[in-house]
Nanobody, 116 residues
Framework: QVQLVESGGGLAQPGGSLRLSCAAS????????MRWYRQAPGKERELVAD????????NYADSVKGRFTVSRGNDKNTVYLQMNSLKPEDTAVYYC?????????WGQGTQVTVTS
């Protein structure tokens, strides 16, 4: 079955960095675009970044442009989110997502907390 498993979340100080990973299985990873979303307490889930199936095209929310980088390793069936210059407002649960031909899938999420 399709699985998306995030890891790499945790506690960071403002200005610090974290790298999230999302390991995918159960589908042909290299054929599908991937997205990272986040949801802060009391707020709606928002799209953070997306990456095309071949990794060539990426898009970012304005709030993270220049600080976050999305990438993927199709040989490892994994998508990454490198987060630099973290701010307290980046605190949220981060989710990996993909839309396959037959359904949408979400990971379970990983908590990122940015605080001094």
């Amino acid at each position: 079955q399709v699985q998306l498993v995030e890891s790499g979340g945790g506690l960071a100080q403002p200005g610090g960095s974290l790298r999230l990973s999302c390991a995918a299985s159960g589908f042909t990873f290299s054929s599908y675009a991937m997205r990272w979303y986040r949801q802060a307490p009391g707020k709606e889930r928002e799209l953070v970044a997306d990456i095309s199936s071949d990794g060539i095209f990426t898009n970012y929310a304005d709030s993270v442009k220049g600080r976050f980088t999305v990438s993927r390793g199709n040989d490892k069936n994994t998508v990454y989110l490198q987060m630099n210059s973290l701010k307290p407002e980046d605190t949220a649960v981060y989710y990996c997502y993909t839309r396959l031909s037959w359904a949408d899938y979400w990971g379970q999420g990983t908590q990122v907390t940015v605080t001094s």
